[in-house]
């Protein structure tokens, strides 16, 4: 008798055990998959995590569907970090498998396949059984596992998909994502009107009268006879100093001609890699340090202020893994994981990168998975973000985590609720790898376990060349209110700034917080402001759209004629969003280019990349942006940094809104003069002594850690004391508040004050449900282990309740 344990994408508590012959006990390893049958009539892919005699004595083993993998497709370190992810966040292994394996590896009865549109194949590679789905795919637009089985006649079919997926004739689908842009570069070159010596003659005569256009043209010619190569606008505006708008007149009077090149950034381009760069005094320092370090401290965290040459450092430790001919994983906040970087790897690592992050497509995910697998030297480095910690890595050698303060790094919804960092640190340790937290706001906890000596600690107090901090000015707007000195939400400081910024033909970044202001439709007469149908907030306007929008369920509405409730005409939109922000730039600076970016902006793969090109290439003046500027973008010619409103920041409540905010203004100034020329920042505040603006302003990290750090010990809060917050979501109301009141009951019984809540949170209902949290804290001395025992218990308990067994339950270990 024969059994393997199967881990099935599902919630389970338990893993399930399925009966196979002798001859598929022979075949089968630790790690491949399996189509099981479960329940009723439903069928899934599992993955076989243990294989032995031991009869389950609660019920009948059935017997495997069928066998899909010749080699395991998950590797043995992985299946121990599962383990552990699902018992630290307290999940089931079914959610970590679901969130970690690409979803072209998990076909189950719901699974939806598609065909292929991005390549067609030959034909006549597919087998019998293949064509006939494949075939069908050409009638029907996407098929279900068991139309296939019906076109199939059989029952085992998983296999037939399997192998139309690695022929990549099929695909399964998921969202569907915006095709693939190539991205445009602007060139100019003389028009051709010109090119004979008489007619160029004639025309530097004409042009002696307006220098500034002559000056652009002679710079033209330096250029191609410097580099003989076609010259883009930006170098040309850079080198001759002159407006985009000085040269699109000279495009405009057609003395010189405009013209695009393809380039592709996404994939390298096969040119000679370069050598990395020589390390200035800081770097090297930095740079042994942390290799010193490294011996004693196998974490190790790296603060060094903005634009202190981090990657560069960063680049030496990956050169000395690939050295040893270990892997080595890159992990950035998804927003974070720009071409920019992309780029700058490739041209000294070539195709041994590998990117990995949630836009990719399913075959981009596949082909990744299987080189980082057969450690092909494709994948020696991987540049991801957060569910690249899930790859079948087996030999890492270091993760580096960049901007390892981001709050991105944590996955909230759904479970497994992991954080990323945490995650990866465990991950080194199961490879005897090293990890480099990086960043120029340490999280509090990092900086925290640097003090108390669990982590090394590494600093660079200089930014690269020598280039100064940005100068902060705090600018009072309460005080310029009062005096009349704004214009909508611009102080005349900001105001004066900018304009002189643009004079010099520099950049402006204009940052608003995305959280806390939206803007809200409210009746003037009567106060009415629309609400959403499915949850407990105010609508917000989308101006370019026209329409209401719901931010937590996405549920939409035409923007009203007038009040729903009073029907007088009289709305007005309240609170200012980044649309708003744009709109009085505009208004303000009519003759420049503005532009924004927000969640709304930047949907779809390159939405982001796009903006971030144009500013790259100024074609953009002025951006105005929400969280996503913060994100180590390098931008040579942005020399201004607004911040609209700090206060809205400082007053989230949230426990560590006061640590988010220092580390958002300093990361969003750090985008401010990045070269030679000093970086101005203007912050609008109406408080202008606050501490944290004070040590912003003094880029003060550790005043502020000292600070927080107070708080923390005092209000109990991480990384002082540990937590873990119960949400509890029902869509009857009493139902919850019942539920949620004995389950703090029987928690209190065990903790005793340690115990919070229940509380709503300040949106009480989202898409129809009511949610009521709960929040443990653990103070340090007490075992994590017997902590979360305890939870499993109460909640077990708690469904053992009849009337409670339709509360849905969420467990968030480090809910922050
Ligand atoms: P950080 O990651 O700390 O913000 P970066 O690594 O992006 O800083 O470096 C800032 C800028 O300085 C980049 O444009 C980078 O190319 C340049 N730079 C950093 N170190 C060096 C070096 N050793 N030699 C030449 N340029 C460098
Ligand atoms: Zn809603
Ligand atoms: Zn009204």
Redesign the pocket.
């Known amino acids: 008798m024969h059994f393997i344990d199967v881990i099935i994408p599902i919630p389970l508590q338990k893993l399930f055990t399925y009966s196979i012959t002798h001859a598929e006990a022979d075949f089968l390893m630790v790690g491949m998959r399996v189509a099981v049958p479960f329940g009723k009539s439903k069928i899934y892919t599992g993955i076989v995590y243990g294989i032995h005699n031991n009869e389950p004595t609660a019920y009948e083993a059935k017997d495997i569907q069928q066998i899909l993998d010749e080699t395991p497709i998950v590797n043995d370190i992985q299946l121990k970090l599962w383990q552990w992810i699902a018992s630290y966040y307290m999940c089931t292994l079914g959610d970590v498998m679901r969130a970690s394996l690409p979803s072209a590896f998990i076909l189950e009865s719901e699974t939806v396949i598609t065909k292929n549109t991005i390549k067609t194949i030959d034909e006549s590679i597919l087998k019998d059984d293949e064509f006939l789905v494949y075939e069908a795919l050409h009638h029907q637009s996407s098929l279900k596992i068991h139309d296939i089985s019906n076109i199939l006649d059989k029952k085992n079919v998983l296999s037939v998909i399997k192998r139309l997926i690695e022929k990549e004739a099929i695909s399964v689908e998921e969202e569907v994502y915006e095709k693939y842009k190539p991205k445009l570069v602007r060139y100019v070159k003389l028009h051709a009107n010109f090119s004979t010596e008489n007619a160029l003659k004639k025309l530097l005569d004409e042009l002696s009268r307006a220098p500034k256009q002559s000056d652009v043209v002679m710079t033209l010619f330096s250029i191609s006879a410097k580099t003989k190569k076609p010259v883009k606008v930006s170098d040309l505006a850079n080198e001759s100093g002159a407006s985009s708008a000085i040269i699109k007149s000279l495009v405009d009077k057609g003395i010189l001609e405009e013209y695009h090149i393809q380039m592709d950034r996404v994939e390298y381009s096969g040119e000679e890699t370069e050598a990395s760069?020589?390390?200035?005094e800081y770097?090297k320092v930095a740079l042994t340090e942390i290799q010193e370090s490294f011996k004693t401290h196998p974490v190790t965290l790296l603060h060094?202020?903005?634009?202190?040459?981090?990657?560069?450092?960063?680049v030496k430790l990956i050169e000395d893994a690939i050295k040893e001919g270990k892997q080595v994983l890159y992990l950035l906040p998804e927003i974070a994981l720009t071409t920019q970087l992309v780029t700058?790897l490739q041209n000294y690592f070539g195709e041994q990168v590998a990117v990995f992050h949630s836009k990719y497509s399913t075959h981009e995910r596949v082909e990744v998975w299987n080189n980082v697998l057969h450690n092909s030297a494709k994948a020696k480095i991987v540049l991801g973000a957060r569910s690249s910690i899930f790859l079948p890595f087996n030999n890492l050698g270091l993760i580096i985590v960049?901007e390892e303060h981001e709050q991105s790094f944590k996955q909230f919804d759904p479970a497994p609720r992991y954080h990323a960092r945490d995650t990866a640190v465990v991950l080194a340790h199961m490879h005897g790898a090293k990890t480099l937290l990086?960043s120029?706001t340490p999280s509090l906890e990092s900086y925290f376990n640097a003090k108390q000596n669990k982590y090394g600690f590494v600093e660079?107090t200089k930014?690269?060349?020598d280039?100064l901090m940005p100068d902060i000015e705090l600018v009072d707007i309460k005080d310029a209110l009062k005096k009349k000195r704004m214009k909508g939400h611009f102080s005349d400081r900001l105001i004066e700034e900018m304009t002189e910024t643009l004079k010099e033909g520099h950049q402006i970044i204009l940052f608003q917080n995305r959280r806390g202001f939206s803007p809200i439709v409210e009746c003037k007469t009567c106060g009415h402001s629309p609400q959403c149908t499915n949850c407990d907030v105010s609508l917000t306007y989308h101006q370019y759209r026209n329409q209401l929008r719901c931010h937590y369920c996405g549920y939409n509405a035409a923007m009203m004629q007038d009040c729903e409730a009073c029907g007088s005409q009289d709305l007005d939109n309240k609170g200012f969003g980044t649309e708003q922000i744009e709109e009085e730039v505009k208004l303000l600076f009519p003759e420049h280019k503005v532009a924004r970016m927000d969640l709304d902006t930047t949907r779809g793969k390159y939405g982001y990349e796009k903006i971030i090109t144009a500013l790259e290439q100024q074609e953009i003046d002025i951006l105005v942006g929400t969280q996503m500027l913060t994100k180590?973008l390098?931008f040579?010619n942005v020399k201004l940094v607004g911040i609209m409103n700090a206060d809205n920041m400082l007053n989230f409540p949230d426990f560590r809104a006061h640590e988010r905010s220092f580390q958002l203004m300093l990361q969003v100034s750090?985008r401010a003069g990045?070269t030679e020329e000093r970086g101005k920042v203007l912050i609008q505040t109406y408080n202008p002594h606050h501490n944290i603006l004070q040590q912003v302003s003094t880029n003060n990290y550790v005043d502020m850690f000292n600070e927080q750090m107070n708080d923390r010990y005092n209000f109990k809060y991480p990384p002082v004391y540990k937590q873990i917050k119960i949400t509890l979501k029902h869509k009857d109301y009493n139902r919850v508040e019942t539920a949620s009141i004995w389950f703090a009951k029987s928690l209190r019984q065990v903790f005793q004050d340690n115990v919070l809540g229940p509380e709503s949170p300040p949106i009480a209902r989202i898409r129809n449900q009511f949610h009521k949290n709960i929040l443990v804290k653990i103070p340090k001395q007490q075992s994590l282990a017997k902590t979360k025992e305890a939870i499993i218990k109460i909640n077990n308990s708690f469904f053992s309740i009849k009337d409670f067994r339709s509360v849905r339950v969420n467990l968030n270990v480090d809910n922050f």
């Open positions: 760069k020589r390390l200035n770097q060094g202020v903005t634009s202190s040459g981090k990657t560069e450092v960063y700058r960049d990086g120029a660079i930014r690269y060349n280039v180590g390098d040579r750090g990045r």
